[in-house]
């Protein structure tokens, strides 16, 4: 690679949309004692959260809309060790380094020139076989090209070679792996994101290398060669860091009828919480549920669903919901999901639980890549059972076992 040249310290931002192929500068954020964004323009919103005003928005810490992408966890160190000899990593810098590449419409111009990248195909991410592993790879050659959040070990990547198991050209994938903690969470995730497409919530397309070690989603936030904007609900409701695991469903579902105004995305969102706690899911925090929409339009709705594990297997994470419902994270009963839809001003949440309990049985009873996980399917089972059982939980169902991964 080319030897990079980077500054010691970032401590000004111009941040862009690029509209049309051209990029339109919104406005700039700086740090100094504080971090501080002031618009250049009075048309179009960075956030929902923050409309245009004459007026700097200054936080202690970087604003929530800046934030939701920063990376967590194994990709974080790895970055921060990399370039440490180059300067001082913050986040400032590490907004510079997402550049133009970042989930969502917003573009970080600092004035950075990083080298070019050679190119990957979906088919040799896939089909890859040498003794070496492959995600190291890819996260040596791609980590300065797109900075994602979260903690598990990710990368984006970027390609315009057609696939040979794809009729389109894959243009924007972001590829995971798994560590020891987590044996096959390539796997999970996969079946977690094929039961949620059996059930007709629509996610992205996914892949599963034939070596098991790794997982390829696409990227929803590109649409027919426009990028939308994205704002997860840690972002609209002014949570920072673990915050996200501070707020409850009944508010997420209020959230969404705030920003969009409209009880079909109310639905479609009550449709993701119920699937989420069926599918047994513990980790659906506010950052995994999203809004998107065309910067400076009104035509806000649910992003579609992303980063769906069945957690209950892993014994290092507690057995227990990201938010609560009712007050109480313990995953809940059938009644308990009526009383959240009714709540929401749904129709027939009786009818919409049972659909998708009924779908994700019937993918999981014909699935072969669940088979791969020793218990996965007995234990999905185990969650679904909630879905049909109005009473009082028995304390078979929950046992507390350590904090989440984050």
């Known amino acids: 690679m080319t030897e990079l040249k980077l500054p010691l310290s970032i401590e000004q931002l111009s941040v862009q949309y690029n509209q049309n192929r051209q990029a339109l500068d919104l406005g ?9 964004f002031q618009y250049t323009q009075q048309d179009i919103p960075i ?58 419409a917003l573009d970080f111009d600092a004035g950075l020139h990083l080298p070019d990248v050679e190119q990957i ?20 050659k791609y ?17 315009d070679v057609q696939s040979r198991v794809a009729v389109q050209q894959q243009h924007h994938l972001i590829v995971k792996t798994y560590d020891e903690e987590f044996p096959l969470l390539t796997v999970n995730e996969f079946v977690c994101m094929e039961a949620a497409r059996h059930c007709q919530l629509t996610p992205p397309k996914t892949y599963l290398s034939e070596n ?9 936030d590109k649409v027919e060669g426009k990028r939308l904007a994205f704002e997860d609900f840690s972002t609209l409701m002014g949570k920072q860091g673990d915050e996200k695991y501070n707020s409850s469903y009944e508010s997420l579902l209020k959230a969404v009828r705030l920003y969009t105004g409209s009880i079909s995305q109310v639905e479609k969102a009550y449709k993701l919480i119920v699937f989420n706690c069926l599918i047994g899911n513990g980790d659906a925090h506010l950052k995994n549920f999203a809004l998107q929409y065309t910067l400076g339009e009104k035509d806000v709705v649910l992003a579609p669903p992303y980063d769906i594990t069945h957690t209950i297997i892993y014994d290092s994470i507690d057995n227990h919901m990201a938010l609560s419902l009712k007050k109480s994270k313990a995953f809940p009963n059938k009644n308990d999901l009526i009383d959240l839809g009714i709540t929401a001003g749904i129709n ?58 984050d």
């Open 121 to 140: 195909t979906l088919t040799d991410i896939l089909s890859w076989q040498s003794k070496e592993k492959l995600f190291p790879q890819l996260l040596e």
């Open 212 to 220: 098991l070690e790794n997982y390829v989603i696409e990227r929803f």
């Open 348 to 405: 027939q949440s009786a009818d919409i639980i049972d659909f998708i309990a009924d779908n994700i049985s019937d993918y999981i009873t014909h699935s072969q890549e669940i088979k791969l996980i020793e218990g996965l399917r007995g234990s999905i089972e185990n969650s679904l059972a909630l879905a049909r059982y109005n009473g009082a939980l028995k304390e078979n169902y929950r046992h507390l076992k350590k904090k989440k991964h």
């Open 47 to 104: 956030s929902l959260t923050m409309k245009c005003r004459d007026d700097a928005y200054n936080h202690g810490a970087i604003h929530p809309i800046f934030s939701q992408n920063l990376p967590e966890g194994f990709v974080r160190r790895y970055i921060s060790e990399k370039l440490a000899r180059y300067g001082k990593i913050s986040d400032m810098y590490f907004l510079a380094l997402q550049g133009a590449n970042g989930i969502g």
């Open 28 to 36: 700039i954020l700086t740090h100094g004692t504080h971090h501080s």
């Open 143 to 159: 980590y300065l090209r797109g900075i994602l959040s979260g903690v598990q070990p990710k990368v984006m990547i970027n390609t």
